[in-house]
C-alpha cells in the first residue's frame, strides 16, 4: 500500500525570511485572504493539504520553502479500505482548498456546489472522525524522532557538597585597623599660614671657599678639554701620482653609458 502524508503549516519562517515577503507569498501560493492567512500564521499547526501521495507531498514541500515558509509533513493515518456495501468517506476540504476551488470556479452558481458540504454515509462519519481528532492541550506535536535528544551532561562534581542553608561560603574578612588618634589635632583659621613641621635632617655646609665668580662677558673656553694631539701617521710609503693618471682600478671605475639605439629608419606615418 502506497504510504500517504498529510501537510501542515504552523507559521514557521526559514532561516533569513522575513514575515511579510512569506506572507504576501503564501497568500499569492494558496489565494488566500487576510484571515486564512491570520489562522495559517498563528502558530499553531494548521492542515494545508490531507492524504496525499509523496509526490505531491515533495511539490507543497518545494513550493512553500521557495515562498520562504516550513512544511510540517507527517504520514497520514491508515483508514479502512472501503467494502462493497460501504461508499468511500468524501474528504474535508482545507481552507487552502477551498480558496483555491473557489478561485477556479467560473460564476458564483459552480463555486457554491463544488464547496457545498456532501452529505456522508454514517459508516464513512465514522471513518472520518477515526482518522482526525483533536490531540489535548499541550500534547507535542512533534513526533519521538523529530524531537532533539537533550544534549548529555559532562560536568563532574565529585568533590562538592551542599552546605546548610544560610551559611557563608567564604571565610570573613580581616576587621580593618583602628583609626588614627586625631585628638590633638585642632583646626585653623580662615587663611591662616600652617606652619612648617621640624625637621631632624641636619644642614649641609659645603666649602666654597676655592669658588670665585668669572667676569662679565667671559665666555667660559678656559674650562673647555685642551684639544687633542694629532695622531701619529707613518706616510714615507706614500707618493702622489702624476695628474691625469686613473687612481680606480679598472673593476672599480665607472663604465660608459651605452649609445642609444638607431632610429635613423623609422618615420612616422600619418
Same mark, same amino acid.
Given at each position: 500500500?502506497?504510504?500517504?502524508?498529510?501537510?501542515?503549516?504552523?507559521?514557521?519562517?526559514?532561516?533569513?525570511?522575513?514575515?511579510?515577503?512569506?506572507?504576501?507569498?503564501?497568500?499569492?501560493?494558496?489565494?488566500?485572504?487576510?484571515?486564512?492567512?491570520?489562522?495559517?500564521?498563528?502558530?499553531?499547526?494548521?492542515?494545508?493539504?490531507?492524504?496525499?501521495?509523496?509526490?505531491?507531498?515533495?511539490?507543497?514541500?518545494?513550493?512553500?520553502?521557495?515562498?520562504?515558509?516550513?512544511?510540517?509533513?507527517?504520514?497520514?493515518?491508515?483508514?479502512?479500505?472501503?467494502?462493497?456495501?460501504?461508499?468511500?468517506?468524501?474528504?474535508?476540504?482545507?481552507?487552502?482548498?477551498?480558496?483555491?476551488?473557489?478561485?477556479?470556479?467560473?460564476?458564483?452558481?459552480?463555486?457554491?456546489?463544488?464547496?457545498?458540504?456532501?452529505?456522508?454515509?454514517?459508516?464513512?462519519?465514522?471513518?472520518?472522525? $477515526?482518522?482526525?481528532? !483533536? +490531540? =489535548?492541550? *499541550?500534547?507535542? #506535536? %512533534?513526533?519521538?524522532?523529530? /524531537?532533539?535528544? @537533550? &544534549?548529555?551532561?559532562?560536568?563532574?562534581?565529585?568533590?562538592?557538597?551542599?552546605?546548610?542553608?544560610?551559611?557563608?561560603?567564604?571565610?570573613?574578612?580581616?576587621?580593618?585597623?583602628?583609626?588614627?588618634?586625631?585628638?590633638?589635632?585642632?583646626?585653623?583659621?580662615?587663611?591662616?599660614?600652617?606652619?612648617?613641621?621640624?625637621?631632624?635632617?641636619?644642614?649641609?655646609?659645603?666649602?666654597?671657599?676655592?669658588?670665585?665668580?668669572?667676569?662679565?662677558?667671559?665666555?667660559?673656553?678656559?674650562?673647555?678639554?685642551?684639544?687633542?694631539?694629532?695622531?701619529?701617521?707613518?706616510? $714615507?710609503?706614500?707618493? !702622489? +701620482? =702624476?695628474? *691625469?693618471?686613473? #687612481? %680606480?682600478?679598472?673593476?672599480? /671605475?665607472?663604465? @660608459? &653609458?651605452?649609445?642609444?639605439?638607431?632610429?635613423?629608419?623609422?618615420?612616422?606615418?600619418?
Amino acid at each position: 500500500m502506497e504510504a500517504r502524508y498529510n501537510i501542515y503549516f504552523a507559521g514557521q519562517l526559514l532561516e533569513g525570511q522575513d514575515l511579510a515577503g512569506v506572507r504576501a507569498r503564501i497568500g499569492k501560493l494558496f489565494k488566500a485572504d487576510e484571515a486564512t492567512l491570520d489562522k495559517l500564521f498563528d502558530g499553531k499547526a494548521q492542515l494545508v493539504k490531507r492524504d496525499c501521495d509523496k509526490a505531491t507531498a515533495l511539490k507543497y514541500k518545494q513550493a512553500m520553502e521557495q515562498a520562504g515558509a516550513v512544511p510540517v509533513i507527517k504520514a497520514a493515518a491508515a483508514s479502512p479500505a472501503p467494502t462493497a456495501t460501504t461508499p468511500p468517506a468524501a474528504k474535508a476540504m482545507t481552507a487552502a482548498e477551498r480558496i483555491a476551488a473557489l478561485a477556479a470556479a467560473p460564476d458564483l452558481a459552480t463555486a457554491r456546489e463544488t464547496l457545498a458540504p456532501k452529505p456522508l454515509a454514517k459508516e464513512a462519519i465514522g471513518a472520518e472522525e $477515526s482518522g482526525m481528532r !483533536l +490531540a =489535548p492541550e *499541550g500534547t507535542s #506535536v %512533534l513526533l519521538p524522532e523529530e /524531537r532533539k535528544a @537533550p &544534549a548529555p551532561s559532562t560536568v563532574q562534581a565529585p568533590d562538592l557538597d551542599v552546605m546548610a542553608s544560610g551559611q557563608r561560603l567564604s571565610e570573613l574578612a580581616a576587621a580593618p585597623p583602628p583609626p588614627p588618634d586625631t585628638s590633638h589635632l585642632s583646626e585653623g583659621r580662615v587663611g591662616e599660614l600652617l606652619p612648617n613641621l621640624p625637621s631632624s635632617a641636619a644642614l649641609l655646609s659645603p666649602d666654597t671657599s676655592a669658588i670665585e665668580l668669572t667676569p662679565d662677558g667671559t665666555d667660559l673656553s678656559d674650562c673647555a678639554a685642551p684639544a687633542a694631539a694629532p695622531p701619529a701617521l707613518d706616510l $714615507s710609503r706614500f707618493a !702622489l +701620482a =702624476p695628474a *691625469g693618471e686613473d #687612481v %680606480l682600478e679598472q673593476q672599480y /671605475r665607472r663604465r @660608459p &653609458a651605452e649609445p642609444p639605439p638607431a632610429t635613423e629608419h623609422l618615420k612616422l606615418e600619418d
